[in-house]
């Protein structure tokens, strides 16, 4: 803003200077008296300009201030946002921390659930293959395999805890992160309190400088009126100077005392004048400082639409990444609902398998029984064979015995060969018959031995079909375990680009908030900025009302010299004056009001 010369009014040129030498010369003492009163009042109506220009001043002083009070706020309230969007982060991270910790836990639990039934699946196995082991020796094939599944089994649960201490340790730190983003966040949170607090008595004395303003510019009011008040008790003394020349001698000590008075009130004025240019001052840096917060916080609206309007079109993306991902979620659902469709009917499946299992055990319980029955009655049917070849073998000797008898007793004994013919025919017929029935028992042996070996052949081959379903039955169960695993981790992916979705709409909705802060700020800047505008012209009529006053005045003392000079035949009408002309005060007076405007 260019700086306003101070207005001095020249009224030294040379009508007054010949009037007061002419008055000098030839006017009693009287008059000359009335001539010093004029020219004192004329340089009351000077001070009074450059009281006038002094008052521009301390205001152009106070909007410094004033504009100086803002870039302070304005600094103030950058730290603020600074530090509001430090917590945001800090709140954001926590945020983020927290559900990264629920994840771990669900995880965890999602383990522990896997853990326990693969635990139970292993006790399962381990209980079923001590049954098969302690029912047939045959199963010791598939016994082997169980135990080997259970191996796997128990390095996939080792594993699965090895897994387990793994996401409770990470699950530790992130608990320790959390804390020592809370920390932060609450040395963050009273970092923002004490700038909330400095900002707050900013704001405090931003309104004490405006109550001082207005209190200036009612004392600034209050002096007007006093000047006015003066002008019109001079215009008073004029008017009795004209119609009442011969008191002027009498009346002189006391417009001189009255007069005296004026001055010491113009030097209280003065120094008030002073104080309150000072204050004016300040005020006006306070002004600048506001109206350069005002451009920095349009700047930032500004730079905040524009990445909102970025927010938004990726927010749209993310609208349609989402419909897309919920579709792929609503198809993942339908892939779980089929699976656990093709769960349960698996599990109807492994029943059914588990029930034909246990009548192929009660089934080969049955054939063992009935093998051990077959076995018993080889082992009889054995010992009567035995028997009967002890039996044979001793009738065998027995004939022989007999044979040798008769041929050794045929010669010398004749007289008994009836009965030993007799004799030799029934032990052939017992001989014949003993044949039979050892042949006989030799078929059955035969007979039941072929039986025996196709019992344990259907035995063996119903416990290789047992175990060879049961190994189909433990590959399909791990198949299903891992498309389970599988199915888990595309959730949890899911699930994850979910969180990032709505990590995005949480700020989005952060920005939003922002924003309606900074425009309920500017609203208030805009209705300060009103009020001041608002003063500043009810200033500027108060002045030019105040210029208009000194041009009528002045007209009126020029009017009322030539009059006293000779130069005007008629008296001056003091109570209705003519309307003045624009002299070089006024026009000067205008100018810099115009400047002023300018410049704003």
């Known amino acids: 803003m260019s ?15 010949a009037w007061r030498d002419e008055d000098s010369q030839d006017v009693s003492p009287a008059p000359g008296s009335s001539e010093v009163v004029l020219l004192r009042c004329r340089e009351t109506i000077e001070r009074l300009h450059g009281d006038v220009e002094e008052e521009r001043q301390k205001r152009q002083r106070l909007q410094d ?23 945001a982060a800090a709140e954001r991270e926590r945020r983020l921390l927290e559900r990264q910790l629920m ?34 020796f045959a199963q010791q094939l598939r016994l082997s395999e169980a135990e080997a599944a259970a191996q796997r089994a128990e390095a996939k649960a080792a594993e699965a805890e090895a897994e387990a201490a793994r996401s409770s340790e990470e699950l530790r730190g992130a608990q320790h992160q959390v804390l020592e983003a809370e920390a932060g966040a609450q040395q963050l949170q009273e970092a923002l309190e004490g700038k909330g607090q400095e ?36 215009q008073f003394e004029l008017q009795e100077l004209a119609m009442r020349q011969e008191r002027l001698q009498g009346a002189w000590r006391e417009r001189e005392v009255e007069l005296q008075r004026a001055f010491q009130e113009r030097d209280e004025c003065q120094n008030d ?12 840096q306070q002004a600048r400082r506001l109206t350069e917060e005002n451009r920095d916080l349009t700047d930032k609206c500004q730079r905040l639409e524009s990445e909102l309007s970025k927010l938004r079109k990726k927010g749209e993306e993310l609208k349609v990444e989402a419909a897309e991902k919920a579709q792929d979620l609503e198809q993942l659902q339908r892939q779980q609902r089929s699976h656990k469709s093709t769960v349960a009917t698996l599990e109807q499946q492994v029943e059914e398998y588990r029930r034909q299992t246990r009548e192929l055990s009660q089934e080969l319980a049955r054939q063992k029984a009935e093998a051990l029955q077959v076995k018993q009655d080889l082992a009889g049917a054995a010992k009567q064979e035995e028997e009967r070849e002890k039996i044979l073998s001793s009738r065998v000797g027995g004939i022989h015995d007999l044979q040798c008898g008769v041929c050794c007793f045929a010669l010398p004994k004749g007289r008994g060969e009836k009965e030993l013919k007799k004799r030799a025919a029934e ?6 018959a003993a044949n039979k029935e050892v042949e006989a028992c030799r078929a059955s042996l035969t007979s039941e031995r ?30 299903l375990l891992s498309q389970a695993q599988a199915h888990a981790r595309l959730l949890a992916q899911v699930k994850a680009e979910l969180g990032g979705i709505s990590k995005i709409e949480f700020a989005a909705e952060d920005t939003g908030e922002l924003k309606q802060k900074y425009e309920q700020k500017i609203a208030k800047l805009y209705q300060h900025l009103s009020e001041r505008e608002a003063y500043e012209r009810k200033l500027k009529g108060f002045i030019e009302n105040e210029v208009h006053v000194l041009h009528q005045y002045n007209k009126e003392l020029e009017h009322y010299c030539q009059w006293r000079r000779g130069a005007v035949p008629d008296p001056p009408t003091l109570l209705k004056p003519p309307i003045p002309a624009p002299d070089k ?13 300018a410049l704003k």
């Open 103 to 136: 994840e771990m836990q669900q995880r965890q639990k999602a383990e522990k659930e896997m853990h326990e039934a693969a635990s139970s699946q292993l006790q399962g196995l381990k209980s079923e293959s001590v049954q098969k082991a302690q029912e047939h």
């Open 65 to 87: 201030q004033a504009a100086a009070n803002e870039d302070e706020l304005a600094t103030v309230k950058a730290q603020l946002v600074e530090e509001s969007e430090r917590l």
């Open 585 to 597: 005060v006024g026009r000067r007076l205008m100018r810099n009001l115009q400047n002023l405007e």
């Open 199 to 234: 900002l707050d008595q900013a704001l405090q004395q931003l309104a004490e400088l405006e109550h001082r303003c207005e209190s200036l510019g009612q004392d600034l009011e209050d002096l007007q009126a006093d000047k006015q008040a003066i002008v019109e008790s001079n």
């Open 273 to 284: 004048l002073e104080q309150a240019q000072q204050e004016a001052e300040r005020s006006r």
């Open 427 to 432: 032990l052939t017929w017992r001989l014949e």
């Open 450 to 479: 072929e039986r025996c070996k196709e019992l344990q052949k259907l035995s063996h081959q119903e416990a290789e079909a047992h175990s060879h379903l049961q190994h189909q039955g433990l590959i399909s169960l791990s198949e």
């Open 3 to 17: 700086s306003i010369s101070p207005r001095r009014v020249d009224f030294a040129p040379s009508p007054r200077r």
